[in-house]
Structure formats: C-alpha cells, structure tokens
C-alpha cells in the first residue's frame, strides 16, 4: 500500500499533503531559490518541493493509488450499479 511519497529526499506522508502546484514556482524574487520548483503544501503550513515536473507526477501518481484505496474508486467504470437508465 502505498502510504509516503518521496519529495526532495524525504518521505512525505501522502494523508498529509493538501495540494500540489500545478505550475512551476516563480515569485519574482532575485535570490530566489525555488524557482521552476514545483510546491507542495502539507498540513500545518510546511511545503516541500518537487525539483522538476516528472518529480511532482510521481507525487500526483501515488497521491490518485493512495486516494483510490484510502476512499475508494467511485469513477470507476462499473456500470451495473445505480446507473440511472430510465427509458
Ligand atoms: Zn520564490
């Protein structure tokens, strides 16, 4: 079962994060040191960052397995349960 996810080096609880940036970080800043960084934002205010898209994908990959068996799959496909089909 999946349950962490691996953002810069650490392991991050999944059931922790609240939401993942979906375009790289830029804020203007010249000694910025998170620019075209990808945010990731846990609970109680911390953020990691993802160094590079293919590193926030992994995150949103294993965040859809661990919320699929955490609460899961109501869009999956099954089609013989309360399809309403009246004619
Ligand atoms: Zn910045």
Do not use: N
């Not at 960052?49 to 899961?72: C, F, H, M, P, S």
């Amino acid at each position: 079962m999946v349950v962490f996810c691996v953002v810069d080096d650490k392991y991050i609880p999944l059931f922790r994060v609240l939401w993942v940036a979906k375009t790289p970080h830029f804020c203007g800043e010249d000694d910025c040191e998170r620019e075209g960084q990808y945010e990731i934002r846990l609970e109680d205010g911390e953020t990691v960052w993802a160094q590079t898209q293919q590193e926030r994908d992994e995150v949103l990959k294993q965040l859809e397995v661990w919320a699929i068996g955490e609460y899961g799959g109501d869009d999956a496909d099954d089609s013989d349960e309360d399809a309403p089909e009246e004619p």
